[in-house]
Nanobody, 126 residues
């Protein structure tokens, strides 16, 4: 069974840090571009960061540049999202997704992504 499972979401105070994990089973993540998305209540899903399949290039949304870091551990078939200096506006359900095609992962077009996890809740609040 092909699936992605996110973990690491939690309640954290502003300025705090979290590391999200995205583990793949049934397929190898290094054959895919991986994107992190988030969706806050009442808002559309938005792309946060991605790492490409072809050359490993990385992209970040402007709202998280300098605070979030995406990385890939092929040996563990896992992609991470390190989130520092968290803000209340980072509160959302975070999803990882895998894209097999040759499109740019940084377009963050949901239909380009083949597999999705169920999400992990991140809440930033004092």
């Amino acid at each position: 069974q092909l699936q992605l499972v996110e973990s690491g979401g939690d309640l954290v105070q502003p300025g705090g840090s979290l590391r999200l994990s995205c583990v793949a089973s049934g397929f190898s993540l290094d054959d895919y571009a991986i994107g992190w998305f988030r969706q806050a209540p009442g808002k559309e899903r938005e792309g946060v960061s991605c790492i490409s399949r072809m050359d490993g290039s990385i992209d970040y949304a402007d709202s998280v540049k300098g605070r979030f870091t995406i990385s890939r551990d092929n040996a563990r078939n896992t992609v991470y999202l390190q989130m520092n200096s968290l803000k209340p506006e980072d509160t959302a359900v975070y999803y990882c997704a895998a894209m097999r095609g040759v499109g740019r992962c940084s377009n963050y077009l949901p239909y380009q992504y083949d597999y999705w996890g169920r999400g992990t809740q991140v809440t930033v609040s004092s």
